[in-house]
């Protein structure tokens, strides 16, 4: 976030204001990357704001920090109210973005991090809209291979990971295009540069499984739910390049890019016609529809901000 954003930030359980939430420079994470982060979504909708799947994505965090030995010193439960509470102090009405982060704090240059290494939470807030504009992304498979589970996790959700996504990211973009893909170290589809891929061929859904270097996209699970109760059958196994070159429909989702559909990978149009297709359009509709609590069954997957406001 290049500006600020909610005037508040909660800082190892305080509201601290925005221009006083700074940390000294040499923080550890600041060097070697030792941090873990959440991507969350609040939705301005039926006069409140509703946080998307917010227990689940602190509970990822938690998570993620165990994989690295990070102490994160609130439960995921504290997290979600000191959210809430957060967006309740920024007087936020409008969609939103909300990042939670755990990092190491002062351990000198020392590269034994351990549960009793000092670590930091803080939560940040600001308005979001669309993450890509436009409907239906132009995408190429990029000359980067995703990280590895054999070298840096990429189930955990840690900051030093995202270098991988940058390289990817910038060598789209230098060439054209919205979005990277990154195949894994055997070949195989892993994921974008920031969120998970499916595919749809004669009308089923397919799409890489975890083991395949990707990330535990929450929204990929929302994904899977919404479509296996529209009544599509989906399938997580090995994609290979080429499939993306036959697929009907592909989409990617993730908490910034919600659903979107993809209209072409490496310049070869995808379906007849790059067009988002009916599987990816009923998927993202009921997306939207959940999100913005239009959808009495997927309600659990809410948390609203202004309870007493709706009494
Ligand atoms: C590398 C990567 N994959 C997938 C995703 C999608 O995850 P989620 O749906 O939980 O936002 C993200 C988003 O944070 C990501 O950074």
Same mark, same amino acid.
């Given at each position: 976030m290049k500006e600020k954003g909610g005037e508040f930030v909660w800082f190892d359980g305080k509201f601290v204001k925005w221009e006083d939430a700074k940390v000294p420079v040499f923080t550890h994470a600041l060097h070697y990357g030792t941090a873990v982060f959440e991507g969350i979504r609040g939705y301005a909708a039926k006069n409140n704001l509703y946080i998307f799947r917010l227990?689940?994505? *602190?509970? !990822?965090?938690?998570?993620?920090?165990?994989?690295?030995?990070?102490?994160?010193?609130?439960?995921?439960?504290?997290?979600?109210?000191?959210?809430?509470?957060?967006?309740?102090?920024?007087? *936020?009405?409008?969609?939103?973005?909300?990042?939670?982060?755990? &990092?190491?704090?002062?351990?000198?240059?020392?590269?034994?991090?351990?549960?009793?290494?000092?670590?930091?939470?803080v939560i940040i807030t600001f308005p979001f809209a669309k993450y &890509?504009?436009?409907?239906?992304?132009k995408v190429c498979v990029s000359s980067w291979r995703r990280i590895n589970d054999s070298t840096t996790p990429p189930l955990a959700k840690a900051a030093g990971n995202y270098l991988n996504s940058i390289m990817a990211t910038q060598e789209s973009k230098r060439n054209g295009y919205d979005e990277s893909i990154l195949l894994d170290l055997s070949g195989n589809v892993s994921e974008a540069s920031g969120e998970n891929i499916f595919?749809? !061929?004669?009308?089923?859904i397919y799409t890489p499984h975890l083991a395949d270097s990707a990330l535990e996209g929450i929204t990929r699970e929302s994904a899977i739910k919404i479509a296996k109760d529209l009544g599509y059958e989906v399938t997580e196994r090995p994609i290979s390049r080429t499939e993306l070159y036959m697929a009907d429909e592909i989409f990617l989702t993730g908490t910034a890019a919600e659903i979107v559909s993809v209209s072409s990978v490496d310049g070869h149009v995808v379906g007849n016609n790059g067009k988002e297709g009916p599987v990816t359009k009923g998927i993202r509709e009921m997306y939207e529809k959940i999100v913005s609590a239009g959808a009495k069954e997927y309600m659990n997957w809410l948390t609203p901000v202004w309870q007493t406001q709706q009494k």
């Open positions: 227990q689940d994505h *602190m509970e !990822r965090l938690h998570r993620s920090a165990g994989v690295y030995s990070i102490s994160l010193n609130y439960s995921a439960k504290e997290l979600a109210s000191a959210t809430v509470e957060l967006l309740q102090k920024n007087k *936020m009405k409008e969609s939103c973005y909300i990042r939670p982060l755990t &990092f190491v704090g002062l351990h000198g240059i020392d590269l034994n991090v351990t549960k009793s290494s000092p670590t930091h939470t &890509f504009k436009g409907e239906g992304i595919l749809v !061929r004669r009308g089923k």
